[in-house]
């Protein structure tokens, strides 16, 4: 049984140890840089990886770890990059998972062949043949520009290229959409731009990374036994007593409960509106030249803007008309991993979690590697559930194409946990 991923980041890692663990050792990763780690390798260049200098997590440590090996002990509540970077290199070597890495190889195209096999045609000029492929290339490369980006004459990058705030000094900054890339990006301009503006079009859940002393998602978890409206009651009352309402920050107020969008994990953008270094402001109508109009009739003129209006899904290997969901309201899989069409096909780390991601990641490489090794099954009916199932997430939350890939995080693990 021979089975590439391709990906050696959180997802990619996880799937070798937890194959490796069950007895299938026929594996090649291929990861197309120099070492581990995926999107938490920094660099100051603008490449693959998302993340900027100051860049912290927004799931706490706590419930951040891989089931069996723990953060340091010295690690704080959110950890930097650094910090995971080297917990995920201390993973690979304790489980000493390199050795079935090839480093420097980029998978350029993966064809499935006759018997539900795989071809990948590798950038050192090589092939090679696999019973199984694993997809773990993430889905924070591929930015998603705003239909204006020509039409802005100065300085225009996305969230995905910020790096530091340095450059923008003395500028007059409009970041665009306020997930959690978009207020890292205001902070951050906002510590030297002579004034920092953030544009939302539509109204969002920003949430403080502490709430009564405790991680956000610590505390969330202890309510996780509650049925979905009584939690949903009690995270608007706690955000109430913590923060206020939203329009005491000049906030749009959301009109839809807590879980049916990805939350904002940030605790700084409330005190930096309130002491004047970030001006909110609403979506944009129109933009000509260095000049944006907003939809509230206001204008404005800007030396930079940094869009952080979300990825795209890509799957830069395959065939253009093999899978393409770039603009897909839901992704038709099962579990999040299995597709219908495609028997020896996983996807690892496809979702984008209300909590921490490697952690459900290496749940479900636990569930492949059961399978493959012959020591559970999927249920009869899980080609019908991968179009039922992708519905019935769409439904959890706003349609909008950053919750194409939404799960609650308990909701899903126990899916998972059920499957095994």
């Known amino acids: 049984m021979h089975i590439a991923i391709i990906g050696a980041g959180c997802s990619g890692l996880t799937a070798i140890k937890q194959l490796v663990q069950a007895g299938l050792h026929d594996i090649v990763c291929y990861e197309q840089s120099d070492r581990i780690g995926g ?69 350029l195209r993966a064809e499935k062949i006759a018997n539900e096999r795989w071809r990948l045609t590798l950038s050192d000029n090589s092939q090679a043949e696999f019973d199984y492929l694993i997809v773990a290339n993430g889905h924070l490369s591929v930015p998603r520009h705003p239909d204006w980006k020509d039409r802005f004459s100065g300085q225009y990058l996305h969230a995905h290229a910020f790096k530091t705030n340095q450059g923008l000094e003395n500028k007059s900054v409009l970041v665009v959409g306020a997930g959690n890339s978009g207020c890292d990006c205001a902070v951050e301009a906002s510590r030297v731009a002579v004034r920092a503006d953030l544009s939302l079009r539509t109204p969002q859940y920003i ?83 260095q000049t944006v109009v ?67 990641t290496e749940v479900q490489s636990r569930l492949i590697a059961q399978l493959l090794a012959g020591k559970t099954r999927l249920p009869a009916s899980w080609r019908k559930q991968a179009v039922t199932e992708g519905a019935y997430w769409t439904r959890q939350f706003i349609a909008r194409p950053r919750h194409s890939l939404e799960v609650q995080y308990y909701p899903y693990l126990q899916e998972l946990l059920k499957a095994m």
């Open 39 to 107: 999107n938490w390798v920094y660099s100051a260049t603008p490449g693959y990886s998302s993340i900027s200098k100051t860049t912290h997590t927004i799931s706490s440590k706590s419930l951040s770890q891989f089931s069996d090996f723990p953060m340091p002990d010295d690690y704080p509540d959110y950890p930097s990059h650094q910090q995971i970077l080297a917990y995920f290199q201390a993973y690979a070597r304790h489980f000493q998972l390199e050795k079935y890495v090839r480093f420097n190889v980029a998978v």
């Open 207 to 289: 949430v403080p990374k502490l709430i009564m002393g405790k991680p956000t998602d610590t505390f969330a978890a202890t309510m996780q036994w509650l049925p979905q409206t009584i939690k949903n009651r009690l995270q608007k009352i706690s955000l109430r007593i913590q923060i206020g309402r939203y329009r005491d920050y000049r906030l749009p107020e959301p009109d839809f409960s807590p879980a049916q969008a990805h939350p904002t994990i940030n605790s700084e953008i409330f005190d930096k509106i309130r002491h004047g270094k970030i001006h909110p402001r609403p979506g944009i109508q129109d933009i000509s030249g």
């Open 294 to 360: 907003f939809t509230d009739g206001s204008s404005a003129s800007y030396d930079v803007i940094i869009a952080a209006t979300g990825y795209k899904i890509s799957f830069p290997f395959f065939p253009a008309d093999f899978i393409d969901w770039q603009d897909a309201v839901h992704v038709p899989l099962y579990l999040r991993i299995f597709h219908p069409d495609h028997l020896s096909l996983f996807f690892i780390g496809l979702i984008q979690p209300q909590g921490c991601i490697w952690t459900l």
